[in-house]
């Protein structure tokens, strides 16, 4: 991993995927970036995803940490709050990825390694570009 990047934090928004998290945080946490970091932004799920991330975040705590926030307020407030946060605690790289395991976990070296390398400020991954694909395609 590029070593300007001291700390790369991924901010995922969370309502009801008590399921779908431990699967994707391991995933993440996989992943052979060792200054990567998790950012779970939870938005008071009725379902517990908000005590699974707590539990997650008490396994990995150098790894995992959850922002509770009181309401469900939408996606894009929840982001909002997630990026600055991860700023704020001193990110260089901010990532973003739904907790619905819709979003690819194995291309983020990839897309680190294109900011460190290409001399850009912004990598976009789409699966409506060419050769992208929409779950369960």
């Known amino acids: 991993m ?8 991924v901010v995922v928004p969370t309502y009801n995927e008590r399921d779908n998290l431990p699967e994707l945080v391991g995933q993440l946490t996989a992943l052979p970036l060792p200054n ?9 799920s009725p379902d517990g995803t908000g005590e699974v ?27 909002i709050a997630g990026m600055l946060h991860a700023l ?9 990825m739904d907790a619905d395991l819709s979003h690819p976990t194995s ?8 900011l ?14 060419q050769g992208g694909r929409v779950a369960g395609d």
């Not at 704020?88 to 973003?96: L, P, T, W």
């Not at 460190?116 to 570009?129: H, I, P």
């Open 107 to 114: 291309t983020i070296p990839m897309m680190v390694d294109a």
């Open 36 to 44: 990567l970091y998790v950012l779970v932004v939870d938005d008071n």
């Open 53 to 79: 991330a707590d539990k997650l975040a008490v396994e990995a705590p150098r790894k995992v940490a959850v922002l509770h926030r009181t309401a469900k307020d939408g996606l894009g407030r929840a982001y």
């Open 116 to 129: 460190a390398t290409e001399g850009v400020a912004v990598v976009l991954g789409s699966r409506y570009v």
């Open 88 to 96: 704020a605690d001193g990110a260089d790289v901010v990532i973003q």
């Open 2 to 9: 590029p070593s300007r990047f001291q700390k790369i934090t």
